[in-house]
T-cell receptor, first 117, second 112 residues
Framework: DTGVSQDPRHKITKRGQNVTFRCDPI?????LYWYRQTLGQGPEFLTY????????KSRLLSDRFSAERPKGSFSTLEIQRTEQGDSAMYLC???????????????FGPGTRLTVT | TQLLEQSPQFLSIQEGENLTVYCNSS?????LQWYRQEPGEGPVLLVT?????EVKKLKRLTFQFGDARKDSSLHITAAQPGDTGLYLC????????????FGTGTRLTIIP
C-alpha cells in the first residue's frame, strides 16, 4: 500500500520562472488538498478537490497559482512567475471525506520544498 | 487569522519525564486531529477526536478533546528521544467537507 507521494521533493528556481509540482494521492481517496508551510508555522490551506472538481480556494492562492486534478486522480500545482515569498514547503494530502462523523482524516505526502532565489 | 493556539511553542525535557501540550481555540470544531512532523517531511496523523470529552490513548500518548470541542490536549508519559518532533493540532469545522486549520505547533525535544 502506498501513501501520498509528491514530486519533486526539492525544487530550486530563479525568481520569475514557472514551477509545477505533482501529487499522487492514496488511490481510493476522492479528496485532495494542497497546503503551504513556511518555517516555524503550521500548514496553511490553499485549495482542495473532490474528485476532479476544485471546491474551495484560499485567498492565499493568488492568480499566479493554479491547481488541477484532471481525472480525479493525481493533481498538479503550478506557480507562475515565482517570487521569493513563494519559498515554502508545499504539502499535499488526501482523504476519504466520507462525512461519516469520524472526522476528515487527511494523510499527507512528504512535501515539495521550493526555494526561489 | 490563526484559530488554533498551541502551547508551549517549544518544550525541551529529559527522557523519562511527562509532558502535556495544549491546543486552544475560541471556535468549535467537529473534529480535531493531532499530527507529528519530522524535519523535511510531511505531518503524520496520530489520532482523530470527534466527541466532546473523548479520550484516546496511543501507547504512551493520551489525547483529550474538550467537552465544548474548542480545545484539546496531548499528554506523553515517560517521554523518549523518539518522541522528538513538531506536534501539530488541526481542526475541522464541518464533517468531511472542509480543509483543516492548523495550530502553530509545539516543537518537542527529548534529551537522552
Amino acid at each position: 500500500d502506498t501513501g501520498v507521494s509528491q514530486d519533486p521533493r526539492h525544487k530550486i528556481t530563479k525568481r520569475g520562472q514557472n514551477v509545477t509540482f505533482r501529487c499522487d494521492p492514496i488511490s481510493e481517496h476522492n479528496r485532495l488538498y494542497w497546503y503551504r508551510q513556511t518555517l516555524g508555522q503550521g500548514p496553511e490551506f490553499l485549495t482542495y478537490f473532490q474528485n476532479e472538481a476544485q471546491l474551495e480556494k484560499s485567498r492565499l492562492l493568488s492568480d499566479r497559482f493554479s491547481a488541477e486534478r484532471p481525472k480525479g486522480s493525481f493533481s498538479t500545482l503550478e506557480i507562475q512567475r515565482t517570487e521569493q515569498g513563494d519559498s515554502a514547503m508545499y504539502l499535499c494530502a488526501s482523504s476519504l471525506g466520507s462525512g461519516s462523523g469520524q472526522g476528515n482524516e487527511q494523510y499527507f505526502g512528504p512535501g515539495t520544498r521550493l526555494t526561489v532565489t | 487569522t490563526q484559530l488554533l493556539e498551541q502551547s508551549p511553542q517549544f518544550l525541551s525535557i529529559q527522557e523519562g519525564e511527562n509532558l502535556t501540550v495544549y491546543c486552544n481555540s475560541s471556535s468549535v470544531f467537529s473534529s480535531l486531529q493531532w499530527y507529528r512532523q519530522e524535519p523535511g517531511e510531511g505531518p503524520v496523523l496520530l489520532v482523530t477526536v470527534v466527541t466532546g470529552g473523548e479520550v484516546k490513548k496511543l501507547k504512551r500518548l493520551t489525547f483529550q478533546f474538550g467537552d465544548a470541542r474548542k480545545d484539546s490536549s496531548l499528554h506523553i508519559t515517560a517521554a523518549q528521544p523518539g518522541d522528538t518532533g513538531l506536534y501539530l493540532c488541526a481542526g475541522e469545522t464541518n464533517f468531511g467537507n472542509e480543509k483543516l486549520t492548523f495550530g502553530t505547533g509545539t516543537r518537542l525535544t527529548i534529551i537522552p
